[in-house]
């Protein structure tokens, strides 16, 4: 067993997601064939290691024993896995894929320091999350940073960071806007099929404000720098003009106090963003390296 390291793998993911179903999401196979390692480990060594519960699992006194001497193996591949690297072709660009939010505001602050990480170039293809999977499915990138979770059985998520959105304008609102806030504003509205919008929506919703539609609309815009512009250089002796954009796209502007922001009364409107890449490529050397220093700076 202990040359099959794909079932000690499992075992590891199992018991740090606290869940099978988990772990199978984590590791991109079925929950089944997640079952089934586990099982053929209990078998091989004729040991119950986990005792599942109604609130995830917990390891035996065999489990542990086994946690233990599986954390040592895993720590011997990586240092072997940094040993090929370093011996690996240094002339391939390491290309990334990635929403707007995330190329244009998020990646930049830390590439310089991706890069030395990996010993190895990188490049970023900044488009919408639908264009980055597509061009991870065609093979034209190597990983995909996207705030939509687009459902592919080629592909394997992992949950990054935690983005927030914002109500935003270049004069000073109320912390947390009421109702009657929203509908005397001027809006820059985002184009109806942005997941921005529709998060905007739900958030309204939960909090059984007016539906967005009811707003007073003077533009619809595609593009985030577009809004921030836009908002950013509007008339401050009328009317608030405000717009949703991520806190990441503006954290200067609000630190300098050109810009400012709000809240949803009591709710925070926050998503998810996921790290992608191809399920052929799960044992890559290069991928695993840099989820490892992505997952580390979440």
Request: charged share 30%; net charge neutral; hydrophobic share 40%.
């Amino acid at each position: 067993m202990l040359t099959d390291f794909a079932k000690l793998e499992t075992f590891l993911t199992v018991v740090r997601e606290k869940s099978f179903s988990k772990a199978s999401a984590k590791l991109g196979i079925s929950q089944p064939a997640v079952t089934q390692q586990m099982k053929f480990i209990e078998e091989y060594l004729d040991v119950q290691v986990v005792d599942r519960k109604k609130n995830g699992i917990r390891l035996t006194k065999e489990g542990q024993m086994l946690y233990a001497i599986a954390q040592k193996i895993e720590r011997c591949v990586n240092n072997a896995e940094k040993e090929v690297l370093k011996i690996m072709n240094k002339d391939v660009t390491f290309v990334f894929g990635a929403s707007f939010i995330i190329g244009n505001y998020i990646l930049p602050r830390f590439l310089n320091n991706l890069k030395e990480n990996i010993n190895n170039d990188v490049s970023i293809n900044v488009s919408v999350s639908h264009k980055a999977i597509e061009d991870l499915l065609d093979k034209k990138i190597d990983m995909a940073l996207v705030e939509n979770y687009i459902q592919d059985e080629n592909i394997i998520y992992r949950e990054w960071m935690e983005d927030e959105i914002v109500i935003f304008s270049n004069q000073k609102l109320p912390a947390k806007a009421k109702a009657a806030d929203l509908l005397s504003y001027k809006w820059v509205c985002r184009n109806p099929d942005s997941n921005t919008r529709l998060i905007f929506k739900e958030s309204l919703e939960r909090a059984n404000y007016p539906d967005c539609d009811t707003f007073d609309v003077t533009s619809e815009v595609t593009s985030a720098t577009t809004i921030v512009q836009t908002v950013l250089h509007s008339d401050k002796n009328e009317t608030p003009t405000v717009s949703i954009v991520s806190r990441n796209a503006i954290e200067s502007l609000l630190k300098a106090d050109a810009l400012y922001e709000s809240r949803i009364g009591n709710h925070n409107m926050t998503r998810k963003l996921y790290i992608a890449y191809r399920k052929d490529r799960k044992h890559d050397a290069f991928i695993e390296n840099v989820v490892d220093y992505l997952l580390k700076i979440k």
